[in-house]
């Protein structure tokens, strides 16, 4: 017979303390909401892991006691990944944050799931080498929660997103099982590939308690261009262009005039010229005389497109300026409206110019403003929705929620998919079934149970219950 539900809080703050299994509603205010804008979802605890010895007793315990745990890394998610909508524990790895190693040799860094990923990326670095993946979140979210959520950035473009970095993983299991899955070798194909089922399943199949992350070289050089544009779509046309001309660049982005004009009105490290209906942003790596032809070939694109000034970074920390700049969207739309909904979709790569038309049909269709900025090279668009109008009003709720129906109809008509990056976790829940076949859906549902039998952890979130 299981124990009634508090006696798992009391053995929790015996085997760990009360600092680290907090119950009160002042501390636990923190761990009820993401960056989502969803809502608060206090949990009944928030349990601060120092180890994954530690993780597998929570979720030994709370199998035994039938109690739901959501993983939590940073909560800079975007989609309610970390929300306790079914309440009981939040389970947070920001203690976990040491980096275990970094090996020069093997190419390799081995992880804690709550350091943060610039401070990883700084400390490799330092010794020459490289990790690509770089949300525009790098200075607040953790590892954990990148794999959890597959993190892509600017340089996902020719980098490819965190999966392809995660050689191995240490899993615990719901009931407190503990694995290693994966590997240390670049290579490998031994058994099924747990750790790719597992990066980007958003804290619902298992808690990653060690993360063996491959790095790269530094490249030698890197080289940064914006182009003022009039328009959006002289944007997608220049974007295109630049696919096709050759080299591609490491990161590509767009950001259309709504988000240009919210830029300009925040404290940022860069200007946008005068003149610059949309902004794309070009950056290129390799060696010194191959970029130079490179960068020229990608200016004369946006020359073509009608560029109206093209500029180039002379140093880094120009280069720096323009990046942070750009990192500063999405927080310039949010903090400038009462209310933002950020959206993340992707269309196949020619159809940008086309989703870029949609996008601003439905905004006027709608009355909504919608800024769209984001990896254009990888057709993901982040599509940000925002109005200053009283969010509990029902009727505004509803305004939102069709333009939002509309832009995921257009993403999937174009051959699309709901979500690049961001995740689906309680945000797209339910609309994972207008992209989904019910039978893949079941085929899901059935693999979350072979983790997972009691669907326990972070109940509600990425499939369809
Ligand atoms: C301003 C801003 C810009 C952003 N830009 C980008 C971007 O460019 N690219 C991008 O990909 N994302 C971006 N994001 C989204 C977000 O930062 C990423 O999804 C990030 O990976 C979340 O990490 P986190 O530590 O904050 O995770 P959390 O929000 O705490 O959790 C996210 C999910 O991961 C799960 N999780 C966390 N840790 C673990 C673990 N150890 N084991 C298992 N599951 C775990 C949680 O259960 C949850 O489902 C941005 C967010 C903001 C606010």
């Known amino acids: 017979m299981p124990a009634s539900p508090i006696d798992i809080y009391e053995l929790l703050t015996r085997e760990l303390g009360s600092r680290r299994v907090l119950r009160d509603e002042e501390r636990l205010e923190a761990y009820s909401h993401d960056e989502s804008g969803l809502g608060r979802f206090p949990p009944a605890a928030a349990v601060l892991c120092e180890s994954a010895a530690e993780v597998s007793l929570v979720l030994r315990l709370a199998r035994e006691h039938r109690v739901p745990v959501t993983p939590r890394g940073t909560g800079t998610g975007m989609t309610g990944g970390a929300l306790a909508v079914q309440g009981g524990i939040v389970l947070s790895t920001e203690r976990m944050n040491q980096v275990l190693a970094i090996d020069e040799q093997d190419l390799l860094a081995v992880v804690e799931p709550g350091v943060i990923t610039g401070v990883l990326q700084e400390q490799v670095e330092a010794v020459g080498l490289f990790y690509p993946p770089d949300p525009a979140s790098l200075e607040s979210c953790s590892l954990g929660g990148n794999v959890a959520e597959n993190a892509g950035g600017p340089r996902a473009f020719k980098y490819g997103v965190t999966r392809r970095y995660t050689l191995g993983l240490e899993l615990a299991l719901m009931g407190g099982e503990r694995l290693r899955c994966g590997r240390r070798t670049v290579k ?227 051959g699309g998919t709901l979500s690049g990056e961001h995740g689906i976790g309680l945000a797209k829940r339910d609309h994972v079934a207008w992209e989904q076949t019910p039978e893949l859906i079941g085929f899901q549902q059935r693999l979350k149970r072979v983790f997972d039998p009691d669907g326990l952890l972070n109940p509600g979130k990425k499939i369809p219950q």
């Open 188 to 414: 490998g194909v031994t058994g099924y590939d747990v750790v790719a089922t597992v990066v980007g399943s958003e804290g619902t199949l298992a808690v990653a308690t060690e993360i063996t992350l491959r790095l790269l070289p530094q490249p030698p050089a890197v080289q940064t261009m914006l182009a003022a544009m009039p328009d959006v779509v002289s944007a997608g046309v220049a974007v295109t262009s630049i696919l096709r001309a050759g080299e591609p660049p490491r990161a590509l982005e767009i950001i259309d005039g709504v988000t240009v004009d919210h830029l300009r009105r925040k404290e940022s490290p860069y200007r946008f010229p005068a003149g610059a209906g949309a902004v794309v942003l070009c950056e290129l790596d390799g060696h010194p005389e191959s970029l130079e032809a490179a960068m020229l070939r990608a200016a004369a694109a946006c020359a073509a497109a009608g560029a109206v000034d093209v500029f180039v970074a002379k140093d880094e920390s120009e280069r720096r300026a323009i990046w942070q700049t750009r990192r500063n969207a999405s927080p310039a739309l949010k903090e400038l409206h009462r209310s933002k909904t950020a959206e993340d979709i992707v269309v196949p790569l020619g159809r940008i110019p086309e989703m870029l038309g949609r996008i601003a049909a439905i905004s006027a269709r709608h009355g909504i403003t919608i800024g769209t900025f984001g990896h254009a090279g990888d057709g993901n668009l982040h599509v940000n929705l925002v109005h200053d109008e009283d969010e509990a009003d029902p009727a505004v709720r509803a305004r939102v929620q069709a333009a939002i129906d509309d832009l995921f109809r257009a993403t999937l008509a174009l």
